[in-house]
Each structure stands twice: as C-alpha cells, then as structure tokens.
C-alpha cells in the first residue's frame, strides 16, 4: 500500500466519517447497509481496510464473528470504541500484503479498497485477498463512484490509466490520492477465471460486487 495513502488515512481518521453524512448519498447507504445484512448472517468475517468501524458494525450485526484488520492505529483505536450489540468483533493492525499466517475464513470484506489499488497491480491484489478465504468462500467489495459535483474531481491519469485526487484534510495538510472508478466490465474481466456467481450492483453513488472464489 502506497505510503502517502497510508498517511493520508491515519491523518485522516477522526474525519472520516462526515463522507457519510452527505444527505444526497443516504438512500445508497441504506441500499449497502440492506445487501450487507443480507450477505454474511451467521458468517465469518474477515474485513480488510476496516478504517473507523462503520461497516465493521454493520457486518457484526448479522456475522457470526468478525476479525477487522487496517494498517493504520489510528483509525482501528476509533473503531474498537464503538459499541458491537453481539460482542463478536476483534480487531488487528495488519498489513495484508505481507506474509503472515491464519486460517482462512468463510467470507471476506473490503470496503472502500478496490479504488486506492492500481490497475496493473488488481490481479495480485486479488490473488492476495482469495489466500483469506477457503475456496468457495465468498469475498465482497463496496466502493465508490464518480459523480459529478459529489465527487472529488480527477486531477490526473497516469500512464497506466490510474486516476488521481487532491484530498484536503481539516488540518490543511493536501494529499494527491490514486482513486480509480472501475466499470462491471472490469470485473468480470479480471474475476473470470478465479471467481463464480460474480454480482455487480451499481448505484449512484456507489457500487458492490461479491463473488465466491474458485
């Protein structure tokens, strides 16, 4: 992962959530919550790029247990103060790609991580999130999409067609950020030959897709 996102993140932590408070997204986010209600009852979770917990509860509210891993400290100590009605959330600082050893789990869950990946490094980052999960597992990302005058603009393309923002913190400290906005398209392309039962759902402001893994 990307240093300068990885900064961005920790500096970014007792902000986070006010993206959710943006009136105009709300029936999405009512949309994701229902889907991920609907996913993992009675699962076990593993949750990458927890970030503040605000999935984290959601998910805890139906899965049997959940293990919520971030690089970052500071927004795993925000999330561990949360209340989880059925205490059956731990929690980890964790670095997924770099060796370490557990059981794989029947589920898995990424939000808001799939967009901070660079295109030519997605099929290494999937083969890295499939090592979590036993085959026929079922893995689960949500993340945005671009809307004009909700979304931050594009400042940039690189030459491997990653798009980038300039993020401003409250702190004023600015950071340029890799934000891609894949299409089904690419999905399906890159999950064909290690995915099944592969679902898209697009929304306005957001999109999901689950698949279980081959």
């Not at 920790?10 to 943006?22: F, L, N, P, T, V």
């Not at 891609?180 to 064909?192: A, G, I």
Request: glycine share 4%; hydrophobic share 35%; aromatic share 16%.
């Amino acid at each position: 992962m990307n240093d300068n996102l990885v900064a961005y993140y920790s500096e970014r932590a007792k902000e986070y959530e006010k993206i959710y408070d943006k009136p105009e997204r709300q029936s999405d986010l009512l949309a994701l919550n229902d889907i991920l209600q609907n996913t993992f009852p009675g699962k076990d979770v593993f949750e990458i790029a927890c970030g503040t917990g605000y999935w984290t509860q959601r998910i805890a509210r139906v899965a049997n247990t959940v293990l919520a891993t971030d690089i970052n400290t500071s927004v795993i100590d925000i999330a561990k103060g949360k209340v989880y009605e059925k205490n059956n959330v731990t929690f980890d600082v964790l670095d997924i790609f770099k060796p370490f050893l557990r059981q794989p789990f029947d589920s898995l869950f990424g939000g808001f991580i799939w967009s901070h990946i660079k295109l030519q490094e997605l099929d290494k980052f999937i083969d890295t999130v499939h090592s979590f999960v036993k085959p026929g597992g079922q893995v689960f990302f949500i993340d945005n999409n671009f809307v004009e005058d909700s979304s931050r603009p594009i400042i940039s393309t690189d030459e491997f067609s990653n798009t980038y923002q300039q993020r401003e913190l409250e702190n004023g400290d600015s950071y340029s950020i890799i934000k891609n906005f894949p299409t089904d398209e690419l999905f399906f392309k890159l999950l064909k030959e290690k995915g099944e039962r592969i679902k898209f759902v697009n929304l306005k402001y957001y999109w999901a897709v689950s698949y279980y893994r081959k």
